[in-house]
């Protein structure tokens, strides 16, 4: 079972604690101490709570990047390294859970992952290696998911029933919670909104398609659509830096930005029509979304006039690992 949880301020210079909202009952002995780790495209991210859900110990590492097979390997370490590292920090004798929020899936006939934007984990038995290398039992789940529960849990969506989480960062992703539990799906893909197609003649993706929602919107997207333009390469915080000082080439593509989230948006909101939808990763910062975004998604939603809030996570980039905490078992 899920609990809902806030954060409290850092004080006399010591570690952030998070608690538990709910009083602390004599059952709650019993509860296991829960290792998360949110593995991104940039970083992966560790953390334990104890049994109350405080939080015991967080530490957040580089993710191996190398072209070639061995990039794997290095991730399968990095992971396998976190997770006895912060096994440490449990007393001895307790129980504890390992939760991983990763990109991607894993199959349920074959175990193997797959839909993942690091393609190097894409065909591999991560489950099993990891499983194999601690001795341990873990759960996986799709980063996104773990964004929304936690979101949905103990962040800015926790009132609201019928959740979809938007992850804007290099790549773009989704997930679905309703009355905070995640939604999978027959097919283990529910809120892989990333790779709806949008544009057939548009620029090819990872997953094989063309002109996916991922190539629009994403960082690394809009970066990919000034160097088509210009033949130049800007980073995305470069490009908005131009586009608040009128750089025309800038505007140009910011704007064509914030059309392409608000036709995704809209679009979205047409076919699920959720209560709350809440945006995290690098690119939920961008203000312009909350304002202009909403502004075209508006345009493009089948209803004249859209009510459905469009919110900034609450938890930053430790939602994730609040949420992949959560899903061991």
Known sequence: MVHSAAFTKKSGGGP???NLR???ASHMATEPYRIGIDLGGTKTEAIVLDADGCERHRKRVTTPRKSGTDEYSLILANLCNLITETTRRIPNGARFTIGIGMPGSLDP???LIRNANTTCLNGQPLKADIEKRVGRPVALENDANCFTLAESVKGVARSYRLVFGIIMGTGCGGGICIDGRTHKGLNRI???WGHFVVDPQGAPCYCGNRGCIETKISGAGVEN????RYQDRLRMDEILVGYRNKDPRCSE????FLDDFGRAVGGLISLLDPDVVVIGGGLSKIDELYSLGVERMRRYAF??????PILKNELGDSAGVF?????GR
Request: proline residues 6%; negative net charge; without cysteine.
């Open 109 to 111: 006939d074959t175990e």
């Open 253 to 256: 593509i910011f704007l064509q």
């Open 323 to 327: 949420g992949a905490a959560w899903i």
């Open 190 to 192: 529910g809120g892989e």
């Open 225 to 228: 659509a000034y160097f088509a």
């Open 16 to 18: 952030a604690v998070t």
């Open 303 to 308: 209803h004249p006039q859209v009510t459905t």
């Open 22 to 24: 709910q009083p602390k």
